[in-house]
């Protein structure tokens, strides 16, 4: 793994590449061996790049990790058209990364809307995927969770400290992390979180990015198309991770998704809801193993 780091020492580089459509993005690249595939890491609808911090920081070194953030969170550009936050135009945004990076092969390790981009980048091109982490989502999505997500989406609070952020993400999510205390409150409200123009502190992302996820609240895709998505993916080496208490993928879906795929390992994070962080024992284990496949 990687050396311990000095206080304030930054161990990734700020980059950038462009859209399509002209829009800057941002990613944080974090060195490592050029012998092995890098590690792609794709977060969930309302988080950027600082989710992945402490993963990216343990594996740093050993491996290049690249953690974007997408259109309209973190240091990317908004979106001129807010129809365009959508899966497909996120994929498009991460192939046109790959190109200008030069990638042809990568570990992809997705949460939640991260996940399912996986599976959609995959379908393209299954032989590109070294290995994948499908972190609490699925194939067919529990319309509970959806319901969670569209309350909450786009809605643009603000506080007057950290610690005010800290305590209102508590009230907020304490059912999804019950064990968590004020520190890992803080560490939360720092990642999704920045201070804004006017000196409160603000959502790290384009409210109107609940524009487009309202208007995808119609028919939801069929089963069979998202399970063959799910099927293109399920040929690579694969870690399915769940959160004990999800209302996003269901313990069901998840056991059909590891019965799926031959080379795939199904871990349930205990005490936990929509999503675990990455930063729990087991899941820095699981992910450990599916590396050491993935070489």
């Known amino acids: 793994m990687a050396e311990a ?13 462009s859209s399509s459509d002209g829009l800057r993005l941002h990613f944080r690249d974090y060195p490592g061996s050029t012998d092995r595939p890098p590690v792609l890491c794709l977060p969930g609808l309302t988080r950027n790049a600082r989710d992945f911090e402490a993963l990216a920081e343990r594996l740093a070194g050993e491996w290049r990790v690249i953690c974007p953030d997408m259109r309209g969170r ?15 135009h996120y994929v498009a945004d991460v192939e046109a990364l790959l190109a200008a990076e030069g990638i042809e092969r990568f570990v992809a390790i997705g949460t939640s809307l991260g ?22 989502v699925g194939p067919e999505i529990e319309p509970a969770g959806l319901a969670r997500i569209r309350e909450y989406v786009g809605q643009g609070r603000s506080y007057e400290t950290w610690v005010h952020a800290a305590r209102a993400l508590q009230e907020a999510n304490r059912d999804i992390y019950p064990a968590w205390e004020l520190p890992d409150w803080l560490r939360l409200a720092k990642r999704c979180m ?22 995808e609240q119609g028919p939801a895709p069929a089963p069979e198309t998202m399970w063959a998505l799910y099927d293109a993916l399920a040929t ?24 799926r795929a031959p080379a795939a390992e ?11 962080t990455l930063d729990e024992d087991e899941s820095i284990a699981a992910i450990a193993r599916l590396l050491a496949r993935a070489g």
């Open 115 to 136: 996940g399912l981009m996986t599976m959609l980048l995959c379908a393209a091109n299954p032989g590109r995927i070294a290995a994948a982490v499908i972190n609490d």
């Open 266 to 276: 199904l871990v349930t994070i205990a005490g936990v809801g929509h999503a675990p």
């Open 74 to 88: 973190g240091d990317s550009d908004y979106a001129r058209d807010p129809m365009t936050y959508t899966p497909v």
């Open 5 to 17: 780091l000095k206080a304030g020492e930054k161990r990734w580089e700020d980059r950038s590449w």
């Open 194 to 215: 920045v201070i804004g123009t006017g000196g409160r502190i603000v959502f790290d992302y384009d409210m109107n990015i609940s524009e487009a996820f309202e208007a």
């Open 236 to 259: 690579r080496p694969l870690l399915v991770l769940r959160g004990a208490h999800s209302d996003i993928l269901s313990a069901d879906v998840a056991a059909r998704m590891a019965a």
